[in-house]
């Protein structure tokens, strides 16, 4: 059990450092901005990110027990988090420098998410199925969002 505290306290890490640049942001150029028609409240985000970083935490705690956390699948689950943990600070943080640049950055950076995290589905699934099916939320939630991304990009 001390392990699957360890990959909480990483992805609750992870979470933090992708709320810094949300909060030190959200009122000031992204409360004026074009959202997509689809984009849901602010409230959903908080509880859907909760939910979906402690399924992270548990996929990784279960493929690590097998023992199937090794090369590049702990690289993989490394990359997920710093890029999740990046995506904030591009779309938020860096906007106000470099405008719709920064927001077809942070395109950039979730796409490479989506394609990361399609490579964890990949490889997880095969160690451990319940695993495999936890991060399929995740990489709904990161194409979806990164619909809202592109939506931005292209609007603002």
Request: charged share 5%.
């Amino acid at each position: 059990m001390i392990a699957l505290g360890g990959f909480l306290v990483l992805s609750g890490t992870a979470w933090f450092l992708a709320s810094v640049p949300i909060i030190l942001n959200s009122n000031g150029w992204y409360a004026g901005s074009a959202k997509a028609p689809w984009m849901p409240p602010a409230w959903m985000f908080r509880t859907t990110w909760m939910v979906l970083y402690t399924g992270v935490a548990a996929a990784a705690w279960l493929v690590w027990r097998k023992g199937g956390l090794t090369g590049g699948t702990r690289a993989g689950y490394a990359l997920q988090l710093l890029l999740n943990a990046a995506w904030p600070a591009a779309f938020f943080a860096l906007y106000p420098m470099l405008g719709a640049a920064a927001l077809w950055a942070a395109f950039l950076v979730i796409c490479a998410l989506a394609a990361t995290l399609a490579f964890l589905v990949l490889r997880f699934g095969p160690v451990d199925a319940l695993a495999g099916f936890l991060m399929l939320p995740y990489f709904s939630w990161i194409v979806f969002s990164a619909s809202l991304n592109l939506y931005s990009a292209v609007h603002n």
